[in-house]
Nanobody
Framework: VQLVESGGGLVQPGGSLRLSCAASGFTFSSYVMSWYRQAPGKVRELVATITSADGSTNYADFVKGRFTISRDNAKNTAYLQMNSLKPEDTAVYYC?????????WGKGTLVTVSS
């Protein structure tokens, strides 16, 4: 299993970024995909999840209405569209899949929201 995140960077408050997670090594379309984040000195926290079957989504309260998770099963890729970014969104963002009772993570992509 391999997960590779991309799309992070420096953005001003109020700006937008789109993160991508390229997946391989498993049948992508059959598994729930999630995005987590970890800010400096804080624990890793769940941001959003998208199911495999009907693409249902769930979001942490702190990103509802601002972030959108999606997936393209033909491209084996999950996305996180982040709008109205705030300085408190600054973190390393990780893609996650639970495959055969194990959690797999990418190396993460850094998002910095600052003026």
């Amino acid at each position: 299993v391999q997960l590779v995140e991309s799309g992070g960077g420096l953005v001003q408050p109020g700006g937008s970024l789109r993160l991508s997670c390229a997946a391989s090594g498993f049948t992508f379309s059959s598994y729930v995909m999630s995005w987590y984040r970890q800010a400096p000195g804080k624990v890793r926290e769940l941001v959003a999840t998208i199911t495999s079957a009907d693409g249902s989504t769930n979001y942490a309260d702190f990103v509802k209405g601002r972030f959108t998770i999606s997936r393209d099963n033909a491209k084996n890729t999950a996305y996180l569209q982040m709008n109205s970014l705030k300085p408190e969104d600054t973190a390393v963002y990780y893609c996650n899949v639970r495959f055969l009772i194990m959690d797999y993570w990418g190396k993460g992509t850094l998002v910095t929201v600052s003026s």
